[in-house]
């Protein structure tokens, strides 16, 4: 993950995009993120798998700093909201001057807020098919709303209740989308056979060692060794 300034989209594909990866079916997944907060990223994107997959080339994501974008000597980005109320509202001009650096012909821009469609595995699984991904995390009251009307391809909430920012909704959508893509799990954390492959799909309960803990015991079909029984439990337990 880098954290940087507005970028020139140009000189992203040309100097951070694998040759290789232009030109075989591997294109890697880049995903740039505008925030307020860009320090908040560190943690969750700076370990374990979404790290390994940025550290193997098959994502690139890039955190901005909104207030780049900002205008006069403190790089406003916002203003009361017309009609009166409480809190601030983020800007239009000042997101169409980020999504104006960051969009490319493809890119599919998406903002993060409450009102939007609800977050499913299976849009993860569509987002993960794209090549770039633009993730507005919104702040403060919202966002003005001209940027859902004429700047944004899709407004997303990641479920029914309220956050104080986008930046973990964004975090949960870039953590669901890469792990789908080809390569970042290995073939002991699979995204095969799990829950949601389909909408009403959900995984059957795993144990492990040990196989009697304080009485709680492992269900013997799990340890009886046939194999054509063990799937029959899983494919109830799945379903119940
Ligand atoms: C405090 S919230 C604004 C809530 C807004 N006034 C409302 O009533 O819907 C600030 C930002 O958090 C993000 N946010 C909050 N809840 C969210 C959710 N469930 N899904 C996605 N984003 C959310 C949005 O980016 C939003 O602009």
């Given amino acids: 993950m880098k954290i940087s ?11 951070a995009w694998p040759v290789k990866a232009l030109v075989s079916k591997a294109f890697p997944l880049r995903i740039d993120i505008l925030t307020l907060f860009p320090e908040m990223f560190n943690g969750p994107f700076g370990a374990s798998i979404i790290k390994r997959a940025e550290d193997k080339k098959l994502v690139d994501i890039r955190i901005h700093n909104l ?10 980005v916002d203003d009361h909201p017309y009609g009166g109320g409480v809190g601030m509202v983020l800007r239009v001009d000042i997101i169409d001057k980020a999504l104006k650096k960051l969009r490319k012909k493809k890119s599919k821009v998406i903002l993060l807020d409450a009102t939007g469609e609800t977050y499913t595995q299976e849009k993860a699984r569509a ?6 991904l633009i993730l507005i995390a919104g702040h403060y009251e919202g966002v003005d709303h001209r940027v859902h009307e004429h700047l944004v391809d899709e407004v997303i909430s990641i479920g029914n209740y309220v956050l104080t920012g986008g930046e973990i909704p964004a975090m949960v ?14 073939k002991d954390d699979s995204s095969v056979d799990e829950s949601f492959k389909n909408p009403s799909y959900k995984e059957y309960p795993q144990y492990t060692r040990p196989e009697d803990y304080k009485r709680w015991k492992v269900p013997k079909i799990l340890l009886s060794g046939n194999h054509e029984e063990i799937d029959k439990w899983r494919e109830e337990k799945s379903r119940s």
């Fill in 173 to 186: 959508l870039t953590d669901s989308v890469v792990r789908l893509l080809p390569g970042v799990l290995g």
């Fill in 127 to 132: 987002l993960s098919k794209l090549n770039h």
């Fill in 67 to 76: 207030r780049d974008w900002g205008e006069g000597e403190r790089k406003d």
């Fill in 5 to 15: 300034k507005a970028w020139p989209v140009k000189a992203l594909v040309s100097k």
